[in-house]
């Protein structure tokens, strides 16, 4: 597996709404602009970009912590999936986010962080700054 990714962004909303808004399908789909399928219930399955990306509702700790497996499209068939965990912590009237993605296949981790701020950090920035 590759390595790990730890990504950090600062949010003007509150962890609560953060928190619904990943595990909601409307929300969810809003913000990144493509369609996504979400849950809010642990073991069940969820999809985003138009199901591009993939996995299941491992823990989850309203509002502070989501723990998913995640896949691509583009993981070799025979690889594990990955693991995606969302922190978020109450700083003032914003919201710090972390993400934590690891158990990436071999030689992707570039690409998922540069998709991690194209197609979500920078949309949610844009998103919840209106």
Aim: hydrophobic residues 30%; proline residues 8%; charged residues 25%.
């Amino acid at each position: 597996m590759d390595r790990k990714l730890e990504m950090t962004l600062d949010l003007p909303v509150p962890p609560g709404r953060l928190y619904r808004d990943w595990l909601d399908s409307a929300a969810h789909s809003s913000f990144t602009g493509s369609p996504a399928h979400m849950s809010s219930v642990i073991n069940e399955e969820y999809t985003a970009w138009d199901g591009y990306i993939k996995g299941k509702n491992l823990e989850l700790q309203t509002p502070k912590r989501i723990m998913q497996t995640w896949r691509t499209t583009d993981f070799p068939e025979d690889a594990p999936d990955s693991l995606l965990e969302l922190v978020f912590e109450p700083v003032g009237e914003h919201t710090w986010s972390i993400l934590r993605h690891s158990d990436i296949p071999d030689g992707q981790a570039d690409q998922y962080e540069e998709g991690w701020m194209d197609y979500y950090f920078n949309p949610m920035r844009e998103y919840y700054s209106k």
